[in-house]
């Protein structure tokens, strides 16, 4: 399977057109990432909906923080139906930063993923939910009309975040690139799957990747370098040293990045940062990055930003050598 995430931090009608394209190309899934400071994740999937005929929608990923769960419910359950039942949900713990810039106090956010998906299921469901967790209160409420069977991703990188997924999601988007997180991440799942009773196939595993593909190597990793240079400085010390990367060297780009000294961040970008933390490259070494990562037990390929640096282009690269080719 084969996604495409976007940021509505450009215009919800140039989304549209890209999505009717990878729609066109043979994406299964469009995934819209949620955060204040860009535009509503719901009212672009609506546009998303009524512009395209066969791709699924999916919040790529809201949290349960900055709406009530029954609101995710009622939203999601609108999504489904202007769309004729082609919502998905994505939903994790979500950003701490941005938390903070909006007031909003980061608790427990395992318990609360966790409480919060078994509310969303009730809502979903059509059943009066009444739930006294310790971090989602639910009493009584219910939802006027039966939403449907909409599936629920949880983002998830941490172990316990990716034991949750396998125990109670139906599908897992997991922020990296390289086979080698996916081989930890995938134990993890199915550890939280055999758990719960559940086989560990029935979970959908993404990788929701940064992804750049272009004919021109360079021109590929030029448009990667500043997406890497972001991921490595927020990664934790042990993801960096599984890769074999300095900490230290982290440290620098994270400091210059805070300067806003972008002149030093783009230098200080190693190819072994760019090959931890990107699928990046032409369509042959993407393609075969690609096979890599299905070989370990990754069900679903989700091409991140910055897609290249072209994005028409690169799309229609991705449909023909990547999809095309599978
Ligand atoms: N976040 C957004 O805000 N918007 C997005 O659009 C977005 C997209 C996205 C896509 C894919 C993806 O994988 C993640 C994405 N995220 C997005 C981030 C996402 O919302 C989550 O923040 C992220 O996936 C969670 O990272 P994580 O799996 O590392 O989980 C964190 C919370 C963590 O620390 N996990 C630990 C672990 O081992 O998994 C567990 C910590 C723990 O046990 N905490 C306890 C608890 O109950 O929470 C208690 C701790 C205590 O004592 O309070």
Same mark, same amino acid.
Request: a negative charge.
């Given at each position: 399977?084969f996604? $495409?995430?976007f940021v509505?931090? !450009?215009p919800?009608?140039k989304?549209a057109?890209?999505t009717?394209?990878?729609?066109?190309q043979?994406?299964?899934?469009?995934?819209?990432t949620?955060h204040?400071?860009?535009r509503?994740?719901?009212?672009?999937? #609506?546009v998303?909906a009524?512009n395209?005929n066969?791709i699924k929608?999916?919040?790529?990923?809201?949290n349960p923080y900055?709406?009530? +769960?029954?609101?995710?419910?009622?939203?999601i359950a %609108?999504i489904? !139906?202007?769309?004729?039942?082609?919502?998905?949900?994505?939903?994790g713990?979500?950003?701490k930063?941005?938390?903070d810039?909006?007031?909003i106090?980061?608790?427990?956010p395992?318990?609360?993923?966790?409480e919060?998906?078994q509310?969303l299921r =009730?809502f979903?469901?059509?059943?009066?939910?009444?739930?006294?967790? @310790?971090?989602?209160?639910i009493?009584?409420?219910?939802?006027?009309f039966? =939403?449907g069977? +909409?599936?629920i991703?949880?983002?998830?990188?941490?172990?316990?975040?990716?034991e949750?997924a396998? @125990?109670v999601?139906?599908g897992?988007?997991i922020?990296?690139?390289?086979?080698k997180d996916f081989e930890?991440?995938?134990k993890?799942?199915? %550890?939280? #799957?055999k758990? =719960?009773?559940r086989?560990p196939?029935e979970?959908?595993? /993404?990788a929701y990747?940064?992804?750049s593909i272009d004919?021109?190597?360079e021109?590929a990793v030029?448009? %990667?370098?500043i997406v *890497?240079?972001f991921?490595?400085?927020?990664?934790?010390?042990?993801?960096l040293?599984?890769h074999?990367?300095d900490?230290?060297a982290?440290?620098?780009? /994270?400091?210059? $990045?805070?300067k806003?000294?972008f002149g030093t *961040?783009?230098?200080?970008?190693?190819d072994?940062?760019?090959?931890?933390f990107?699928i990046?490259?032409t369509?042959?070494s993407? =393609?075969e990055k690609?096979?890599?990562?299905?070989?370990i037990g990754v069900?679903? $390929?989700?091409?991140?930003?910055?897609?290249?640096p !072209?994005?028409d282009?690169? $799309?229609?690269?991705?449909?023909? @050598?990547?999809?095309g080719g599978n």
């Open positions: 399977m996604g $495409i995430e509505p931090s !450009d919800v009608q989304l057109a890209y009717k394209l990878a729609e066109d043979g994406f299964d899934n469009v995934w819209i949620d204040y400071n860009n509503d994740v719901y009212t672009t999937l #609506a998303l009524l395209t066969t929608l999916g919040t790529g990923v809201t900055t709406r009530n +769960i029954a609101m995710t419910a009622s939203s %609108a489904n !139906d202007i769309s004729g039942g082609r919502a998905i949900l994505g939903i713990p979500g950003d930063a941005t938390f810039a909006m007031g106090a980061w608790e427990k395992l318990l609360t993923s966790r919060s998906i509310a =009730a979903l469901s059509g059943k009066k939910v009444d739930q006294a967790g @310790e971090m989602v209160k009493a009584g409420a219910k939802m006027a039966k =939403a069977d +909409i599936p991703y949880l983002g998830a990188q941490g172990p316990k975040m990716l949750l396998g @125990e999601s139906d897992v988007l922020n990296a690139s390289h086979p930890i991440a995938i993890a799942i199915e %550890a939280g #799957a758990k =719960a009773g086989d196939k979970v959908d595993v /993404g990747a940064c992804f004919k021109k190597e021109k030029g448009a %990667a370098k *890497v240079a991921i490595v400085s927020g990664s934790p010390p042990t993801v040293e599984r074999g990367i900490v230290e982290a440290n620098t780009i /994270g400091a210059a $990045i805070g806003g000294d *961040v783009l230098g200080a970008v190693t072994e940062m760019m090959d931890a990107s990046c490259g369509p042959e993407c =393609a690609v096979a890599n990562l299905q070989k069900t679903q $390929i989700v091409c991140g930003s910055p897609i290249g !072209d994005k282009k690169s $799309i229609k690269l991705f449909g023909k @050598e990547i999809i």
